[in-house]
């Protein structure tokens, strides 16, 4: 049986279409970085499911229902709510997205010195504990690194490394253990719950906090439902609550599965860090019951944070997810498996094998896309991760890779149909795509605003 969109559409946004000349001269224009482009010069955008999701009709009544308040704000107190009963954690302060939540975070924890483990940190996340001085480490498991080896859960951290990495680096030079669920960078690919307990167990070993990076809990949660023993009759919300019962803390940007358009927040249980946290909350995002938020967007993401848990929503969802995938399989190309939670990721080595890591594969079929069919994807490898050693050599990333990121609730499947069509037509003709190479770089996050020149020459 078709699983249908749980929705029906009660608001409607025009697309606009382009020509194939004019994406040619828009993407010389961006510099050959799909983040430069103006999204009105994009048909089908999935550079990210993040703040795109399109709101449901309660949330938009509930942003005009919120409560401007600056202190005491009613609608902080809803956010509150719905989230000390989802996490059980006793403190939650907003931030207007995930990366505040980082800053705020590991400018307190933080520092040269410390180094911070995670199954793989999310950019942002390795960027602010970067740029407090402290070392960001993935210790993902080894599955989890191969994109065509298919596994339920290759988001899982490697416990054994990360045993070995504490022993290293000194038990009193870590100040927390991290998890990122759904594994974002590594192809939104779940954690298990078995795998979270383990973590929980070394973390009680060596009495060290754990922190869950929790933007796509729901869509981890209904993966633990669906593929690991014992969970298939416990309800999503279940399963949310028992993963956060073994975390002492989590950020998370509520761009994704709080299914609104902005907002984060950090929690924790630790009354001092939350005292510390509140005060720099306070000189750089704002009063503690809006955190640099407009009230009516906590509004919005406490009904979200609740739609998120439903079962229909998720199931199409994750489907949605798998027949994208399902259907680029059929036709021979490249993706990731098992699909994740939000997104297929292209694998670009062995979708263009003959472009170097160096000269960003992704990146040469990120550009492909937008110029076949006006889709907007985002390279996740050389251009992301890549560096140059002090020695002046490349050094690439474990993996390259396309991310076709899906908005929640804003493409039908036609749409799906439509992106399969010209991904499979850039993959009949990869033996044309080139290379790049970056023209002009900064020097943290450099794939945002990097810009690129295309190689005409063939190796
Ligand atoms: N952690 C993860 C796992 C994320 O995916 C993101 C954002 C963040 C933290 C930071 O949150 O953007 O609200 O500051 N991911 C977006 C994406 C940008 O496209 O995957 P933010």
């Given at each position: 049986?078709?699983?249908?969109?749980?929705?029906?559409?009660?608001?409607?946004?025009?697309?606009?279409?382009?020509?194939?000349?004019?994406?040619?001269?828009?993407?010389?224009?961006?510099?050959?970085?799909?983040?430069?482009?103006?999204?009105?010069?994009?048909?089908?955008?999935?550079?990210?499911?993040?703040?795109?999701?399109?709101?449901?009709?309660?949330?938009?009544?509930?942003?005009?229902?919120?409560?401007?308040?600056?202190?005491?704000?009613?609608?902080?107190?809803?956010?509150?709510?719905?989230?000390?009963?989802?996490?059980?954690?006793?403190?939650?302060?907003?931030?207007?997205?995930?990366?505040?939540?980082?800053?705020?975070?590991?400018?307190?924890?933080?520092?040269?010195?410390?180094?911070?483990?995670?199954?793989?940190?999310?950019?942002?996340?390795?960027?602010?504990?970067?740029?407090?001085?402290?070392?960001?480490?993935?210790l993902?498991n080894?599955?989890?690194?191969?994109?065509?080896?298919?596994?339920?859960?290759?988001?899982n951290m490697d416990v054994d490394a990360l045993v070995a990495?504490?022993?290293?680096?000194?038990?009193?030079?870590?100040?927390?253990?991290?998890?990122?669920?759904?594994?974002?960078?590594?192809?939104?690919?779940?954690?298990?719950?078995q795998n979270?307990?383990d973590v929980?167990a070394v973390?009680?070993?060596?009495?060290?906090?754990?922190?869950?990076?929790?933007?796509?809990?729901?869509?981890?949660?209904?993966?633990?439902?669906?593929?690991?023993?014992?969970?298939?009759?416990?309800?999503?919300?279940?399963?949310?609550?028992?993963?956060?019962?073994?975390?002492?803390?989590?950020?998370?940007?509520?761009?994704?599965?709080?299914?609104?358009?902005?907002?984060?927040?950090?929690?924790?249980?630790?009354?001092?860090?939350?005292?510390?946290?509140?005060?720099?909350?306070?000189?750089?995002?704002?009063?503690?019951?809006?955190?640099?938020?407009?009230?009516?967007?906590?509004?919005?993401?406490?009904?979200?944070?609740?739609?998120?848990?439903?079962?229909?929503?998720?199931?199409?969802?994750?489907?949605?997810?798998?027949?994208?995938?399902?259907?680029?399989?059929?036709?021979?190309?490249?993706?990731?498996?098992?699909?994740?939670?939000?997104?297929?990721?292209?694998?670009?080595?062995?979708?263009?094998?003959?472009?170097?890591?160096?000269?960003?594969?992704?990146?040469?079929?990120?550009?492909?896309?937008?110029?076949?069919?006006?889709?907007?994807?985002?390279?996740?490898?050389?251009?992301?991760?890549?560096?140059?050693?002090?020695?002046?050599?490349?050094?690439?990333?474990?993996?390259?890779?396309?991310?076709?990121?899906?908005?929640?609730?804003?493409?039908?499947?036609?749409?799906?149909?439509?992106?399969?069509?010209?991904?499979?037509?850039?993959?009949?003709?990869?033996?044309?795509?080139?290379?790049?190479?970056?023209?002009?770089?900064?020097?943290?996050?450099?794939?945002?605003?990097?810009?690129?020149?295309?190689?005409?020459?063939?190796?």
């Amino acid at each position: 049986m078709t699983i249908i969109e749980p929705f029906k559409i009660k608001a409607v946004e025009p697309l606009t279409f382009t020509t194939r000349e004019q994406r040619e001269r828009l993407l010389e224009q961006a510099h050959h970085n799909v983040f430069l482009l103006r999204a009105e010069d994009v048909l089908i955008d999935l550079l990210t499911d993040s703040g795109t999701t399109a709101m449901s009709a309660r949330q938009w009544a509930g942003i005009m229902d919120g409560d401007e308040a600056y202190a005491g704000s009613r609608s902080y107190y809803k956010f509150e709510k719905v989230l000390k009963n989802l996490t059980g954690l006793e403190h939650v302060i907003p931030t207007h997205q995930g990366r505040a939540a980082e800053k705020i975070l590991f400018s307190l924890v933080g520092g040269p010195g410390k180094s911070i483990p995670n199954n793989t940190h999310f950019d942002t996340t390795r960027a602010n504990i970067e740029y407090s001085g402290a070392e960001a480490v993935d210790l993902l498991n080894a599955v989890g690194k191969q994109p065509e080896v298919r596994a339920d859960f290759k988001g899982n951290m490697d416990v054994d490394a990360l045993v070995a990495f504490i022993e290293d680096r000194g038990v009193e030079n870590i100040p927390l253990v991290m998890l990122t669920v759904t594994n974002n960078s590594g192809g939104g690919q779940p954690v298990s719950m078995q795998n979270i307990k383990d973590v929980r167990a070394v973390c009680d070993r060596f009495g060290l906090p754990l922190f869950l990076d929790a933007c796509r809990f729901a869509e981890n949660a209904m993966f633990i439902k669906m593929r690991e023993p014992g969970y298939a009759n416990k309800s999503v919300r279940e399963i949310a609550q028992e993963m956060f019962s073994y975390a002492d803390g989590a950020t998370m940007s509520a761009k994704k599965d709080g299914m609104s358009n902005t907002g984060g927040f950090l929690a924790m249980n630790d009354d001092d860090l939350a005292g510390r946290a509140r005060t720099v909350l306070i000189v750089t995002e704002g009063f503690p019951t809006y955190g640099g938020l407009a009230r009516r967007d906590l509004e919005a993401l406490a009904i979200g944070l609740e739609e998120v848990l439903d079962e229909n929503y998720l199931t199409y969802r994750l489907r949605t997810i798998e027949y994208f995938g399902d259907r680029l399989l059929e036709a021979g190309v490249p993706i990731l498996e098992p699909t994740g939670g939000h997104a297929v990721y292209l694998d670009a080595k062995r979708f263009a094998p003959h472009i170097p890591p160096e000269h960003f594969p992704g990146q040469a079929i990120t550009c492909a896309l937008y110029l076949e069919g006006g889709i907007r994807g985002v390279e996740i490898g050389s251009l992301m991760f890549g560096s140059t050693d002090a020695s002046g050599v490349f050094q690439a990333p474990p993996m390259e890779l396309v991310r076709l990121a899906m908005p929640r609730r804003v493409y039908t499947q036609s749409h799906v149909d439509y992106c399969v069509e010209n991904i499979v037509q850039v993959f009949n003709n990869r033996d044309k795509l080139t290379g790049y190479r970056i023209v002009e770089e900064a020097p943290y996050l450099r794939h945002f605003t990097a810009k690129l020149s295309r190689i005409t020459a063939r190796r």
